[in-house]
């Protein structure tokens, strides 16, 4: 650790002196020591891992996250299951892109090299100072004498709420989204210290972004994805700090992606990607601190830390750092030209980051108002889920209808004829759906007031709508008109639209997927829940189910009696029926995994998890979560949760489409992989 | 056109910030410590009747007596103490135990001296580990 900030410490001096004196052999020496910075680096989460492997326990990080029951798998991923142990593997991240991003820019714009290294060296170094300086981050921290006081060779083992699949992988892939938005920032940042603010810039960065935002964006949702399946409270987003906090970054993400388009086609707002790929780092670095500081309470529990100094220190260092380079470019940054129209795709994109930036305000202000409360007015406040809906709802409604809109414009200004002719058919869309809406809640289910009817989930539908058939109207007419020129078949044709070209056609793939999984948001809107005192073999209605519990029974797992038990548990079998059929079946449990009490060297301390059985379908989830016995009997809570699977199956496209758009894999390729069938002269016009 | 654009932003930017400030007392609730909790009982016991808030403490050692999904039990802190009672309106969170530090959303019935929490949070994943150390570690 020491030698990592060393290395560190080597490279961002004798970059800055070589920039400084133009001497090519410091800039030389300045990146040689990157190399050796990432080697040093990768030792020790390689040590760190062999010590959790071994289970050393002379270690406090290993004594707290890894026992002698713990299978190895899980050993290796308490690299992150703990606060040292993520700051060392966000470091060694950092440092892996950094030789990445090197390696690239060295052959693309090698002028940019030894900013970039001086850039991504300070934010290394910030981390190597944390886990040095502050006893929370070190991850290879001895006990002090006196501390440990246990007598027997054990570890407290992982949290059992982190033994799960989606856990395992939700903090590396949101790791990696945090992480490589600092190549971004670096590569812009550069760009202003040399003054070359060229296009070229915006093409560095876009794969790198677009990585960032995709690794956000997944890392949220399988974050998601494991509390519904972990945690046993029927739902897959509370407005939580930390939720909120991964969430910021993919907000100015997503407005960094589309404002650098409008960059690129129509040189218009230069400051404002400068400012925003700074907010966008500057917000990973937040949600860091804000999940690691302690400066706001989460369902996450955090607190304890001794990390907020050192990050409010560096953001400020960051805002100060790039203002200044803002400031001083100002003049080199000014748009092209002005905006034409409101109807036009650049005006689109305007108001798609106005609502971002509100929309991230509206967070910040959400997320630190017990912060500023008690700051100001002595006095702490929160305010509540019901505030986030208020605000984020209606804003996340506008930013749907741009979604959709967005792409039926044209750049410069649209032709009221050509207008007319783009939205004809998904505002049709919008108003069927609308309007079928309504009607279906007014005439057949009899619900007359504006609560029962739920209006902003029937403007939700038709705005969904609206954008699925905005895209597929897009995908049907360029395919036709290829497969008029290339004489392919309808679904060869269509499948090489997207390899034509891939920003845009899989661009509009990743709205589809957005708008499905707003579907699925929507049907947040309809949840019930209750609760169930039943006894074995009885059954009871509600929502149009019958459930039943089956059965009810105690075990300890592993079942092989002569292996200590993992963890017992208390299992609920469940029968779902509907109109007099078994439709599902499902155990619901609550585990105990023995804990290891380091006071006194026994195992008598208990964690408990919960365990639903969710029962899945194309409409709508039955959630059954095992409460408690009371008297005998036994209570379940129940949630009908409707189109979750639509969450899950729009995140599932999301990711498919972006991995497609990250690899390197054109239509050229393609065509070389499967063979040359037509023109291709021909195809590529189009392209 | 310039001029128009930036009318639009500017106001669409004050419009929605001022709402979002405006608004936010509205769906709020306090929070106390134990012992703020106390100052305010002591100093104007009105202010909290049927006030929803959340209270911080820890869970007294021996002290939870569960009966199906609700639970009776004291939290402690700062050598205060507060009878609780969890109206099983929510289930209680995995790491509800003695000694857990606990986050509770509820109101204060006066009459009877107990808080009636319907949520109650317990720490969890990511502060496991300094959830789990013994009060002399990290020291």
């Known amino acids: 650790m020491v030698l990592s900030m060393g290395t560190g410490l080597v490279s961002l001096l004798s970059g800055i002196w070589g920039i400084w004196k133009r001497d090519k052999e410091y800039l030389v020496l300045s990146r040689q020591t990157l190399y050796l910075h990432f080697i040093i680096i990768s030792f020790s989460l390689l040590s760190l891992t062999y010590l959790l492997v071994n289970a050393d326990f002379s270690i406090a990080y290993v004594t707290n996250h890894v026992n002698n029951a713990l299978p190895v798998f899980y050993r290796v991923t308490s690299i992150w299951a703990g606060q040292a142990g993520s700051m060392l593997f966000w470091n060694f991240l950092l440092i892996l892109f950094s030789v990445i991003a090197v390696l690239h820019i060295q052959k693309e714009e090698p002028v940019l090299v030894p900013y970039i290294i001086v850039i991504l060296m300070g934010i290394s170094l910030f981390f190597s100072i944390m886990g040095n300086f502050s006893d929370t981050s070190d991850p290879f921290r001895v006990f002090h004498a006196g501390e440990r006081i246990m007598t027997s060779n054990d570890g407290r083992g992982l949290n059992p709420l982190l033994q799960h699949w989606a856990m395992v992988i939700h903090p590396p892939v949101l790791y990696f989204g945090y992480v490589s938005f600092a190549i971004p920032y670096a590569i812009a940042m550069a760009s202003l210290m040399t003054g070359r603010i060229n296009l070229k810039w915006t093409r560095l960065v876009r794969r790198w972004t677009l990585f960032s935002w995709f690794s956000l964006g997944a890392g949220i949702m399988l974050g998601s994805k494991w509390a519904y399946e972990e945690l046993g409270w029927g739902g897959y987003w509370a407005w939580d700090a930390v939720e909120n906090a991964s969430l910021m970054p993919w907000l100015t993400g997503t407005a960094f992606l589309h404002s650098i388009l409008v960059q690129e086609k129509r040189g218009m707002l230069k400051v404002w990607n400068m400012v925003l790929v700074t907010i966008s780092f500057l917000m990973c670095i937040f949600g860091t601190f804000l999940t690691r500081s302690g400066v706001v309470n989460s369902v996450h529990a955090f607190a304890n830390s001794t990390l907020g100094p050192f990050f409010v220190v560096f953001m400020i260092l960051i805002v100060l750092f790039s203002t200044y380079y803002i400031i001083t470019r100002l003049s080199e940054l000014k748009s092209d030209r002005p905006i034409n129209s409101f109807l036009s795709r650049e005006a689109g994109f305007l108001?798609?980051?106005?609502?971002?930036?509100?929309?991230?305000?509206?967070?910040?202000?959400?997320?630190?108002?017990?912060?500023?409360?008690?700051y100001f007015l002595k006095e702490k406040v929160s305010v509540t889920a019901i505030w986030f809906n208020k605000f984020m709802v209606p804003l996340g409604l506008l930013l749907?209808?741009?979604?959709?809109?967005?792409?039926?414009?044209?750049?410069?200004?649209?032709?009221?004829?050509?207008?007319?002719?783009?939205?004809?058919?998904?505002?049709?869309?919008?108003?069927?759906?609308?309007?079928?809406?309504?009607?279906?809640?007014?005439?057949?289910?009899?619900?007359?007031?504006?609560?029962?009817?739920?209006?902003?989930?029937?403007?939700?539908?038709?705005?969904?709508?609206?954008?699925?058939?905005?895209?597929?109207?897009?995908?049907?007419?360029?395919?036709?008109?290829?497969?008029?020129?290339?004489?392919?078949?309808?679904?060869?044709?269509?499948?090489?639209?997207?390899?034509?070209?891939?920003?845009?056609?899989?661009?509009?793939?990743?709205?589809?997927?957005?708008?499905?999984?707003?579907?699925?948001?929507?049907?947040?809107?309809?949840?019930?829940e209750t609760k169930l005192v039943l006894g074995k073999g009885e059954a009871e209605s509600f929502q149009g189910y019958?459930?039943?519990?089956?059965d009810y029974e105690q075990k300890s797992f592993p079942e092989n009696k002569n292996a200590a038990p993992l963890y017992t548990s208390k299992i609920v079998h469940v029968n779902v029926y509907k109109d007099d059929h078994l439709i599902n079946s499902g155990k619901t449990e609550i585990r105990s995994y023995p804990l290891y009490n380091l006071s006194n060297g026994k195992y008598d301390d208990v964690q408990d998890t919960s365990e639903p059985a969710i029962m899945s379908g194309l409409y709508e989830d039955v959630y059954v979560q095992f409460g408690g016995i009371d008297e005998g009997r036994i209570i379940i809570q129940v949630w009908i949760n409707p189109l979750v699977n639509w969450v899950w199956a729009g995140f599932i496209g999301y990711t498919l489409v972006l991995v497609l758009l990250l690899v390197p894999f054109g239509e050229k390729r393609v065509i070389a992989f499967f063979g040359k069938k037509y023109n291709t002269s021909v195809v590529m016009q189009g392209s | 056109m310039k001029l128009k654009v930036s009318i639009v932003v500017i106001a669409v930017v004050l419009g929605v910030g001022f709402l979002?400030?405006?608004?936010?007392?509205?769906?709020?609730?306090?929070?106390?410590?134990?012992?703020?909790?106390?100052?305010?009982?002591?100093?104007?016991?009105?202010?909290?009747?049927?006030?929803?808030?959340?209270?911080?403490?820890?869970?007294?050692?021996?002290?939870?007596?569960?009966?199906?999904?609700?639970?009776?039990?004291?939290?402690?802190?700062?050598?205060?103490?507060?009878?609780?009672?969890?109206?099983?309106?929510?289930?209680?969170?995995?790491?509800?135990?003695d000694g857990a530090i606990l986050s509770m959303d509820g109101v204060y019935n006066r009459q009877l001296n107990q808080f009636e929490a319907d949520k109650v949070l317990a720490k969890c994943a990511s502060k496991y580990e300094s959830a789990a150390m013994p009060a002399n570690m990290g020291k």
């Open chain 1, 400 to 528: 749907m209808f741009l979604t959709g809109a967005g792409p039926l414009l044209a750049w410069r200004k649209t032709a009221g004829k050509t207008l007319l002719k783009n939205f004809r058919l998904p505002l049709t869309v919008l108003f069927v759906v609308f309007f079928a809406y309504f009607g279906i809640r007014y005439f057949y289910f009899h619900y007359t007031s504006l609560e029962e009817l739920k209006l902003m989930a029937g403007i939700s539908f038709a705005l969904s709508a609206f954008v699925i058939s905005g895209v597929v109207e897009e995908f049907l007419q360029t395919t036709r008109a290829r497969i008029s020129v290339t004489k392919e078949s309808f679904f060869a044709g269509f499948l090489m639209i997207f390899f034509q070209n891939k920003r845009r056609y899989l661009g509009y793939a990743v709205h589809l997927g957005l708008a499905v999984m707003f579907v699925g948001f929507t049907g947040k809107a309809f949840t019930t």
């Open chain 1, 351 to 374: 108001f798609n980051n106005v609502l971002f930036v509100v929309m991230l305000f509206t967070l910040i202000w959400g997320t630190m108002y017990p912060a500023f409360t008690e």
């Open chain 2, 20 to 97: 979002v400030i405006s608004s936010s007392g509205k769906d709020a609730h306090p929070h106390f410590q134990l012992k703020e909790f106390y100052e305010v009982l002591k100093s104007n016991p009105q202010k909290l009747d049927n006030l929803f808030m959340t209270i911080y403490g820890n869970v007294k050692e021996g002290s939870i007596v569960k009966k199906g999904i609700q639970a009776n039990f004291i939290v402690e802190k700062d050598g205060l103490e507060l009878p609780v009672f969890a109206t099983g309106k929510n289930l209680l969170p995995d790491m509800f135990k």
């Open chain 1, 546 to 550: 019958l459930i039943e519990v089956a």
